[in-house]
């Protein structure tokens, strides 16, 4: 009940399209969806996040969409550039407990 | 304002030996991770601090590892007679609410 599923394990994309990750919960106590956006060598930086009252939120070419019902979570890219090329993380939390239960991760390739 | 910093950002080390990892959180987050991530692999939680409550040690491996934070501020991760399979980045994340900001992540090989 804890996991969070996310697919693909990779992603290649040409320029100017656009990347979706997908990605799944059980445990319906979640409040809190974040992605976060992983560069060789480096951190991850949190990039978006959402909380299940709204539906959808975007923030430049970066949307999440968010389906309660099916609890399911997705980050989508718009005109997708060669540096958007990293991996990318979901994860959930709940506001009783901080810790972030994370995805397996996403390496997406966009293609000049 | 300064963000997560760790050190050493590389370290090698011989196998059998000990190492200590620095973790220098945001000012004012309370609670502190620690994750292991392998090459090409996700993250793999080890230890929560938050506040001054008892730390949830669930994810370390092994005895091996241990951790400490004195109150909100600077966190050490050891390990000790470190193994070949101890060789990944070590990511220390701190927050003060959902939203975890990582460090740049100590690089740790063991020869």
């Known amino acids: 009940q804890q996991q969070v599923k996310q697919s693909p394990q990779s992603l290649i994309v040409q320029k100017g399209g656009i990347s979706i990750i997908n990605c799944a919960y059980e445990n319906t106590a979640f409040d809190y969806f974040p992605w976060y956006q992983q560069f060789p060598g480096k951190g991850p930086a949190l990039l978006i996040a959402i909380r299940p009252d709204v539906s959808e939120k975007k923030e430049g070419r970066f949307t999440i969409s968010f389906n309660k019902s099916a609890k399911q979570f997705s980050l989508h890219i718009m005109d997708s550039q060669p540096g958007d090329s990293a991996t990318y993380f979901c994860a959930a939390s709940k506001r009783s407990n901080y810790q972030l239960i994370w995805g397996a991760g996403t390496k997406l390739i966009i293609k000049p | 304002g300064a963000g997560v910093s760790q050190s050493p950002s590389n370290k090698v080390t011989e196998k059998g030996k000990d190492v200590e990892l620095r973790c220098d959180p945001i000012s004012g987050h309370t609670a502190l991770y620690w994750y292991r991530q392998r090459l090409g692999q996700g993250l793999e939680f080890l230890i929560y601090f938050q506040g001054n409550s008892a730390p949830d040690k669930s994810g370390l491996p092994s005895d091996r590892f241990s951790a400490e934070r004195t109150g909100e501020s600077v966190s050490t991760l050891t390990i000790q007679r470190t193994q070949q399979e101890d060789s990944a980045v070590y990511l220390c994340?701190?927050?003060?609410?959902?939203?975890?900001?990582f460090g740049p992540g100590t690089r740790l090989t063991v020869t």
């Open positions: 994340a701190s927050s003060s609410w959902q939203e975890q900001y």
